[in-house]
């Protein structure tokens, strides 16, 4: 081994030693620098899937509560229609039994009607019956022998 390459190398080494060495612990700090951003980092990113996740959540609850609301109102409307469906078709057999009471009752007057305009008509035909008995009587009183 040569001498004076030894003592280059030497002479080299300790020349690099104190920059080396501050070189060295810059890039320890810059990594040491990395690590805490990306640590930061993946903790932000930590942070904002849980709170996506939990607005996510309330989000799926809300509309959850309120398709559940709609579901209810739904079924209420439908239970409703039904009772609204009988209370009709209850109702038009109650109107067309009304409907067919008044018809018996005008067809009653009319035939009370046809009574009475009968019962009219037998009067008349007495009365007129009775006036030509009498005439017919006094008839007979007066061509009677005395």
């Not at 809300?62 to 229609?81: I, S």
């Amino acid at each position: 081994r040569p001498r004076g390459s030894r003592a280059a190398s030497s002479s080299s080494a300790s020349r690099r030693g104190p920059a080396a060495t501050m070189l060295s612990r810059l890039l320890k700090e810059h990594q040491a620098k990395q690590n805490e951003r990306k640590e930061l980092q993946e903790k932000r990113r930590r942070e904002a899937i849980t709170a996506a996740t939990c607005l996510t959540e309330a989000l799926v609850d809300h509309l959850n509560v309120g398709v559940a609301q709609a579901y209810m109102n739904q079924r209420k409307l439908d239970h409703e229609v039904k009772t609204l469906q009988v209370q009709a078709a209850q109702f038009a057999k109650q109107t067309g039994q009304w409907i067919g009471m008044v018809e018996n009752f005008n067809q009653a007057l009319k035939e009370i009607g046809d009574v009475e305009n009968w019962a009219r008509s037998i009067e008349l035909d007495m009365r007129t019956i009775a006036t030509a008995l009498e005439y017919v009587y006094k008839g007979q009183l007066q061509s009677a022998p005395s």
